[in-house]
């Protein structure tokens, strides 16, 4: 079965840790994407990238930054935490190339606190 | 700019009735439009598609189909379950010259369902 893994369900964080969190997929996907999302408003896209070492700004980049050393690995880094950064986040990966349908496959989640 | 919206939630209903959750988009170009649904204390997974004007998605006894000329693609089921209680969200794919946007999806606000038995 086909994964997107998010190595933390829960985390604690207090204002101005850096927090960071993981996210790796065994599909060979070509493209991560990192959402959050908030009660009433949906999912919001943070950052994606298409390709290692790759990234694009989504729509809320601010306060958030994002590494992809590996194919696999997409981690998104929070320098410096605040409270309105607390939040589910949601970690996807597609391997949409131009063409088709789009689908993503999500990971269960990371549900970050900022005290 | 691309933009879903969503009929306001949350939703309640008894087993066996019908459900309609309203989505309608605002996109350029032709976008491929998807509900996705989020079971309590999961991911979102898809529920089904439709990548051109007039094409249906079903999966699982739900139903939508892609209208141009409304712009919508609003969600149908017959006969809901205790089971479909979740939030569904309604989202597009966005598409432009050259293949940049890598297939980003725009997601509607979701729409909690509940269903008594």
């Known amino acids: 079965d086909v994964k997107v893994t998010q190595s933390s369900r829960y985390l604690v964080k207090r204002t101005g840790e850096k927090v960071f969190l993981e996210c790796v997929q065994d599909m060979d996907h070509e493209n991560m994407f990192w959402y959050r999302q908030d009660p009433g408003l949906g999912l919001r896209l943070i950052y994606f990238s298409y390709d290692v070492k790759m990234k694009e700004k989504g729509d809320i980049p601010e306060g958030y930054s994002v590494s992809r050393e590996k194919k696999e690995r997409f981690s998104l880094i929070l320098e410096s935490a605040s409270t309105n950064q607390t939040s589910m986040y949601l970690c996807?990966?597609?391997?949409?190339?131009?063409?088709?349908?789009?689908?993503?496959?999500f990971g269960a989640g990371s549900r970050l606190t900022v005290l | 700019g691309n933009s879903v919206t969503q009929m306001e939630g949350p939703v309640t209903l008894s087993e066996e009735a019908f459900l309609t959750i309203n989505c309608t988009y605002t996109a350029t170009g032709y976008p491929s439009l998807f509900w996705y649904v989020q079971y309590p204390g999961e991911g979102l997974q898809l529920l089904l598609k439709?990548?051109?004007?007039?094409d249906k998605g079903s999966n699982k006894g739900f139903e939508a189909t892609y209208r141009k000329e409304t712009t919508s693609f609003h969600l149908e089921k017959g006969s809901v379950q205790v089971s479909d209680s979740a939030v569904y969200f309604c989202a597009l794919s966005h598409t432009n010259a050259g293949g940049t946007s890598y297939g980003k999806l725009t997601f509607g606000q979701g729409t909690i369902l509940t269903v008594h038995p």
């Open positions: 439709a990548t051109k004007a007039d």
């Open positions: 996807a990966s597609s391997d949409w190339r131009g063409s088709g349908a789009n689908v993503l496959t």
